[in-house]
């Protein structure tokens, strides 16, 4: 690791100077200051290397808003702050958007902000940063996705492979065989990774697989306009939903369609959202401990800051059972 | 969680000889004690509810010998213990066997020996316990073994997917493109895991990805007489192999057979055995942090004790470069 006499060295300029760049004192230009970060990050410079100074967390949020007890970040981040900021750690939001990921580079914002490490919420595979991710040097743990080869980054998430079979098995003990798919659009990692755990779990319960089964769109609209109406043609009795706010626009909908819900359709969601317990039937839901999501989260960025290279840390799924799910209906 | 008076008042006995019983105190008893055992596993009682008292963890061991420096179990009980021991538990080691698994059920011989949780190394499919483990309550974890859908259960290994990836990355910037395979037996999850990894990372680099490149087989003899002069036959430039030691079979073999390494042919091993820096030549091979592995595993069955339901925990893999992989031959 680089230290702040390495910079200096390279520049032939004073470790004072250094430091006071990296720190944003108001008596370094612009341009030595650039170009004192530029370097650091070169030579593999890190806060983590800064003894004596509390350290400073990022929480990047994107398409949430963990502020409302409702929403599905919420817990999450207050599993990541209960168990972060008893350890001395000051933990700071930032919204993340395009413009602050086109304005910055990764390691340089993290540096420039004396941030030691990151946890990212609700990135998606077009973020640009994703890209640098696969070869940042600055601590990051990312909810939900995978960047392979670097040992600076961790995936934590729910075991979806476990998720979807809880699901399918136990549709399969309700009678169920042939079941459907609906899913948000597959530009995130945790759609492509629940869309694939959807068809392991048909196989190995002995389902019929074919890929019509499935259907995905971002847009909600069009899973219900083209997508649902596709599946019910081909007879399915079950319908599991890639997030339960799909899910739950799926249940009003077949209710305005005349459906019954369990009788002639059964439904499954996924994440256990708090609605979940209050929609019309009670929402059956694929569940993730999102309190302990959020703590897990917080050890893996601590292994990282620590040099414990964890790759990948996933919990147990486990099925909220309630009314949106029934016996199969006689054919 | 059952407690001693939900045993005692099912049995219709005291409190003390439920007690007595699980502790195998002598004046109960073998019919009883059996009786108490049974009892307490189904109605779900654990050690873990009893307070006050040293925790005790196993440590099973199989197909290894962690008390010598050399053997690939080494570090990792010693990373498990670093932590177990500060922590205020107890470990003990016991060597698994067929006998022991077909005579007492797992969450029975955990109770009567009163462990709080096991630590599995080296357990194969066919072990016996391995079914049951699909359905115990008794926290376990197990390295290089996956048990879906138990929440009592955890897997922690290195990241196969990662560690294919860099072998065969690495192989590709020397030029080679025809790349086989040769594995131990695949009655074991991790061979299984590493055999699709490194197909799947022979697809992501562009690679040929015939079945045929690749040979299993549990003995090395059937790996070096039939497996390997195939794979020679089909013009391998390269071959990785499941693990140091039938890397290491294989070179020797290859020397034998006049082939120059890395010359004629590059060869990469697996988990970076402390004798791969003394072989000849010096092996290049996938790494995993074994200390850290064994850390990472007291971390998981903490976590399962205290409620956090952790499924998977992988490490990051990388390349331990040395000299038995070379530019590809010119053709």
Same mark, same amino acid.
């Given at each position: 690791m680089a230290t702040i006499q390495d910079i200096a060295t390279r520049l032939n300029i004073s470790k004072s100077t250094v430091s006071k760049a990296l720190n944003g004192a108001?008596?370094?230009?612009e341009t030595l200051r650039k170009t004192v970060l530029e370097t650091a990050v070169e030579l593999g410079y890190?806060?983590?290397?800064? &003894?004596?100074e509390a350290k400073r967390l990022c929480l990047f949020i994107e398409?949430?808003?963990?502020?409302?007890?409702?929403?599905?970040g919420h817990d999450i981040v207050i599993g990541f702050r209960k168990l972060a900021e008893p350890a001395g750690f000051k933990v700071e939001t930032v919204r993340l958007n395009k413009q602050i990921q086109q304005d910055n580079r990764y390691d340089e914002y993290m540096l420039q902000n004396n941030y030691a490490g990151a946890f990212f919420l609700?990135?998606? =595979?077009?973020? =640009?940063?994703l890209r640098e991710l696969q070869t940042s040097r600055t601590p990051a743990v990312l909810l939900d996705n995978y960047v392979k080869g670097n040992p600076n980054t961790c995936y934590v998430g729910v075991d979806n492979n476990e998720g979807m079979d809880l699901a399918v098995g136990y549709l399969r003990s309700l009678g169920h065989r042939r079941i459907g798919y609906l899913s948000g659009g597959l530009g995130s990692f945790v759609n492509q990774s629940r869309y694939s755990a959807f068809f392991r779990a048909l196989k190995r319960n002995g389902c019929p697989d074919e890929r019509s089964l499935a259907g995905s769109d971002y847009l909600f609209s069009e899973c219900l306009q083209t997508h649902l109406p596709r599946l019910l043609k081909q007879k399915v009795t079950a319908i599991i939903c890639s997030h339960d706010l799909l899910a739950h626009t799926v249940m009003m909908h077949c209710l305005e369609l005349?459906? &019954?819900?369990?009788?002639?359709l059964s439904i499954i969601g996924f994440d256990?959202?708090?609605l979940c317990a209050y929609t019309i039937p009670p929402m059956t839901t694929i569940r993730q401990d999102r309190t302990q999501l959020g703590k897990s989260a917080f050890h893996a960025l601590y292994s990282l800051l620590t040099g414990?290279?964890?790759s990948t840390l996933l919990l147990h799924a486990s099925l909220a059972r309630r009314q949106s799910t029934g016996p199969a209906p006689a054919p």
């Open positions: 108001p008596d370094v230009s890190s806060r983590g290397t800064r &003894r004596n398409h949430m808003n963990p502020s409302e007890p409702t929403d599905f609700g990135l998606s =595979l077009s973020d =640009l940063w005349g459906l &019954r819900l369990p009788e002639d256990d959202l708090p414990v290279p964890i």
